[in-house]
Each structure stands twice: as structure tokens, then as C-alpha cells.
């Protein structure tokens, strides 16, 4: 990994030193893909210092999808975010990507995995836009992937399971060695679900339209909060089945995600959507979201989670009560 990385690590109840933090080949979570977990962001502040957005609802979802997968915590949700908001201070970052990652440890060879040790990583880098610095402007172009996203009946949709993200990596491949930035997933049913790693919003007619949780998406936080943000601005949010078609006709197309954060969608299959450009709401949320998120505008939802100065970086690792 390159520079970016942190100094620090958090794992198996301290604060390890980045080429430290290492977990055994027989851990259960390599071989079966059993773990959970969340990607989160800090973002430096106009004032001065950094600040993590939505840190609450992140850390909540870690919890539901570790309690999808059965495996019991026993940290709290105040002791994850406490660990959260100390790797970015203890790391020295301002602007990063926080990777907090539950996992079953080493217990033996077999799918059974109540047997093993539940482990708690907490991670953090600086990362730059997910789909490119220039996509957040001049908008990526997505196609259609011949991977289908699963169902309820099949997989956990609303869980952020490790295992669960090798059809996104199926479909990224395809799409980045088609000539695409990114792919979209249709449901079971052949509706639209979601792009490989991002929710997905049309506009038509001024009106923001996603596909509604049944369809297989992960409830994103991202997502939620551009909804919240467009009501804030007078757009009307609706939750409807979105059909292939719907995204070729479309006014504006646009994709959310911790990663992605709110980058327009310029082409779907090589067929422009609207002007080929961002459009005009997609600019208007996307300007309400940074400016919120970078301190720029008064955070009126509570979202935002302040961080201390900076520890000293080089302080031996510390234990923790966790």
C-alpha cells in the first residue's frame, strides 16, 4: 500500500503498528468470506480540523450485519465510534477512509464458524475519489453487467458481508475491462438494483427516483442522506422499481456510496443520459452534501463528528479495555 496508509492500526485490542497488524492464514473470514464491515469518512473542515460524517448510522449498520452473521460483540457501539474517531486523530489525518472490519478468526477448516473468535479491526487511510476526482464533475460511464444482484432468499442484501462483495468484484472486472468506470447490477426480477459498490438515483421530470429497498440494495448511508438533503431543497424523493430502459431515458443520472460519495452517471451502455453531463439537481445535491460535509454550511441533521487534534503518532501502542 502506498503512503497514504496509517501509522497505526487497531487489532486485537490495541494499537499496532501498520505492518504489524496481521491475522493468522486460518483465519475463518479468508477462507468463507465471514465478516463484516463499513466504510466511513472523515473530511476536513473550512474551520480547521476534520470531522466524521455520520458516524452513528455507520456504526449501527456494523452492528446489524454482525448481527446477520450471528457473531456476537462484545464492544459497544460507543466503544466502535470511540476507536473510529482515535484512528483518524492517532494517524494524524484530516480528509480519509475509516475501514472498520468485524471477522471470525482461526477455530478450524469447516463452514460451521460459531466456534470462532470474533475479531475487531479498525483501519483508516487517505483515499481519494472512489470513481476518479474528474467523475465527480464530468460523470463516469456505467454499463449494464451480465452479473445479476442476489435476493433475500439467497444472500443478506441490507448486510455489509465480506463474502457477499465477490459478485461486485465480478462485475467491476467486467465493466473496467470493457472500457467502463462502473458497473450496474439489475435484480433478480430484471429490475435496477444497485451499482457494484454504490446506490443509484435517476431524475426525471426534476424529481429524484431509486429503487426502493426490496430491490435488493444495500440500505446506504449516503443514500439516505442525499435523500434527507434533496427534501431539504424542495426535490420530491421517489421509492419505485426502476427499469433498464428508465435509465437511458432519463433526465440525470447520479451514484452514491462512502466511497463514490455523489458522482453523476454520463452514459449507461454508451448511451448518453440527458446531456451526456451532470445535470442540474444532481449539481445541487452534490453542492448541499460537500458543503455539509466539509463545514462549509450548518449541519442541521447532527451528522457530523468533530475529531480531536492529533495524538502523537509515535507513542507505543496502548492497550484498551475493549
Known amino acids: 500500500m502506498s503512503d497514504n496508509r496509517a501509522k497505526w492500526v487497531y487489532i486485537d485490542g490495541r494499537w499496532t503498528p501498520w505492518a504489524d497488524a496481521t491475522v493468522h492464514v486460518s483465519t475463518h473470514a479468508l477462507h468463507y468470506g465471514s465478516s463484516a464491515f463499513e466504510g466511513i469518512r472523515s473530511y476536513e473542515q473550512a474551520s480547521g480540523g476534520a470531522a466524521i460524517f455520520r458516524l452513528e448510522a455507520h456504526i449501527r449498520r456494523l452492528f446489524d450485519t454482525c448481527k446477520l452473521l450471528r457473531m456476537p460483540m462484545t464492544w459497544t457501539p460507543v466503544e466502535v465510534e470511540q476507536l473510529c474517531v482515535e484512528a483518524v486523530s492517532r494517524n494524524g489525518f484530516l ?3 475509516i475501514r472498520p472490519l468485524v471477522l471470525r478468526g482461526p477455530g478450524g477448516f469447516g463452514l460451521y ?3 470462532c473468535p470474533v475479531e475487531l479491526v479498525i483501519m483508516a487511510a487517505e ?14 460511464d456505467a454499463m449494464i453487467s451480465s452479473w445479476r444482484r442476489f435476493n433475500a432468499s439467497t444472500a443478506m442484501p441490507l448486510g455489509k458481508i465480506g463474502g457477499q462483495y465477490v459478485t461486485s468484484q465480478f462485475a467491476s472486472i467486467e465493466a473496467r475491462d470493457g472500457g467502463f468506470g462502473e458497473a450496474i447490477l439489475l435484480d433478480s426480477v430484471g429490475n435496477v438494483s444497485e451499482g457494484a459498490g454504490e446506490n443509484l438515483f435517476a431524475v ?11 430491490a435488493s440494495i444495500l440500505g446506504g448511508i449516503t443514500r439516505d442522506s442525499v435523500i434527507r438533503l434533496a427534501r431539504d431543497l424542495g426535490v420530491p424523493v421517489t421509492f419505485q422499481p426502476v427499469s433498464r430502459d428508465m435509465l437511458y431515458v432519463a433526465d440525470e443520472l ?10 453523476p452517471v454520463r452514459s449507461v451502455d454508451r448511451i448518453a443520459v440527458g446531456t451526456g453531463r451532470r445535470g442540474p439537481i444532481t449539481e445541487r445535491v452534490q453542492r448541499a452534501f460537500f458543503a455539509l460535509v466539509e463545514g462549509r454550511s450548518q449541519d442541521v441533521h447532527g451528522w457530523l463528528r468533530a475529531v480531536p487534534a492529533a495524538q502523537e503518532a509515535v507513542a507505543p501502542p496502548q492497550e484498551t479495555t475493549a
Request: proline content about 7%; hydrophobic content about 35%; overall charge negative.
Open 113 to 115: 464458524p460459531m466456534s
Open 204 to 214: 426525471k421530470d426534476r424529481e429524484l427516483i431509486t429503487p426502493p429497498l426490496a
Open 95 to 97: 480528509s480519509c477512509y
Open 254 to 263: 447520479f451514484m452514491t456510496g462512502t466511497a463514490a460519495e455523489i458522482t
Open 127 to 140: 483515499w481519494g475519489r472512489y470513481l476518479g476526482a474528474e467523475g465527480i464533475e464530468n460523470g463516469v
